[in-house]
Nanobody, 116 residues
Framework: QLSLVESGGGLVQAGDSLRLTCAAS????????LGWFRQVPGKARELISA????????HYADSVKGRFSISRDSAKRTVYLQMSSLKPEDTAVYYC?????????WGQGTQVTVSS
């Protein structure tokens, strides 16, 4: 079983930067990709960024391209989301996930609030 724990959220001002961290523990095989999602009340959870297990491909939602950057440290079993030039519309709960061919694991989420 895999456990994911996000950290690094907080209250910042527009234009500031934050780095989210997702630490994995437990055993799991055949991870395909690692991703960051976000969700605001009343809306569906949306994919913000993802990276393949090998780290050779990345994906970004149009809304964050050029501002957010995903990376991973396989030795530390950690995935990062570097967020820059934050906007009030980036305010959300951010979730980390790890995906296999058959299962998806989620963290508990970390709140990011961007004030104008």
């Amino acid at each position: 079983q895999l456990s994911l724990v996000e950290s690094g959220g907080g209250l910042v001002q527009a234009g500031d930067s934050l780095r989210l961290t997702c630490a994995a523990s437990g055993r799991i095989k055949s991870i395909i990709s690692l991703g960051w999602f976000r969700q605001v009340p009343g809306k569906a959870r949306e994919l913000i960024s993802a990276i393949t297990w090998r780290g050779d491909e990345t994906h970004y939602a149009d809304s964050v391209k050029g501002r957010f950057s995903i990376s991973r440290d396989s030795a530390k079993r950690t995935v990062y989301l570097q967020m820059s030039s934050l906007k009030p519309e980036d305010t959300a709960v951010y979730y980390c996930n790890h995906r296999t061919a058959t299962l998806t694991y989620w963290g508990q989420g970390t709140q990011v609030t961007v004030s104008s």
